[in-house]
């Protein structure tokens, strides 16, 4: 069985600029999480989706959103890029009914 | 909000050695994860205890969940090189399974 799946691997953008990243989940996995890793906050909670719907979502400004697509593929857009916003961004998927978390090997971002 | 502390925030051991990090947790948690990172990867869930004073032993990792719920141990014993990684915790937030808080992680690093 595949893993989840992240592209692009890398991206470089600068400031002002928008980003698309994309998530393909571990296949019958339903639910897709993202989340934000940086070496001084750590990983931090950015939404998660279940069946097309936003059911859970952290503490980041609008300028950060995601969709889930009816074959639970997922993508999150970072509008407006900050330089705050380099990170390293990880996919996750879960089987319904079930917490524990499936990464991607994330997207690293760096925004100059 | 919710705050999950670990420390030590690193450790450095010899091979052989034995090794902990504590999580603890400023809410009751309804469960905890467990979670290892290796150096530029992804993390890789280890193990999710649920009950009260649970105790969980994989090979030479062993897990505890406080009485109270609020704190875990993930202890190992004999180091090995392999075992070199970012131990994360994580527990549910906003009333939310699927909305972790993870620690900031505790890097071990083996010398051989």
């Known amino acids: 069985k595949a893993g989840v799946t992240q592209t692009p691997r890398y991206l470089i953008k600068t400031r002002g600029q928008q980003v698309t990243l994309s998530c393909s989940p571990i296949?019958?996995?339903?639910?897709v999480s993202w989340y934000q890793q940086t070496p001084g906050q750590g990983l931090q909670f950015l939404f998660e989706?279940?069946?097309?719907?936003?059911?859970n979502k952290g503490n980041f400004p609008g300028r950060f959103s995601g969709r889930q697509f009816s074959n639970s593929r997922s993508e999150m857009n970072v509008s407006t890029l900050e330089l705050g916003d380099s990170a390293l961004y990880l996919c996750?998927?879960?089987?319904?009914?079930?917490?524990?978390?499936?990464f991607g090997s994330g997207t690293q971002l760096s925004v100059l | 909000g919710q705050q999950v502390m670990q420390i030590p925030q690193y450790q450095h051991v010899q091979e052989g050695e034995d090794f902990t990090t504590y999580c603890n947790s400023s809410?009751?948690?309804?469960?905890i994860q467990w979670y290892k990172q290796r150096p530029g990867g992804h993390p890789v869930f280890l193990i999710q205890l649920v009950k009260s004073g649970e105790v969980k032993k994989q090979k030479r990792l062993t897990f505890q969940f406080g009485e109270a719920k609020k704190n875990s141990s993930l202890h190992i014993t004999a180091t090995q090189t392999t075992d070199v990684g970012t131990y994360f915790c994580a527990g549910p937030s906003g009333g939310s399974n699927y909305k972790l808080t993870f620690g900031k992680g505790t890097l071990l690093t083996v010398n051989p």
């Open positions: 809410t009751t948690l309804s469960n």
């Open positions: 996750a998927s879960s089987l319904a009914g079930e917490e524990k978390l499936f």
């Open positions: 989706y279940f069946s097309e719907t936003q059911r």
């Open positions: 296949s019958g996995h339903r639910s």
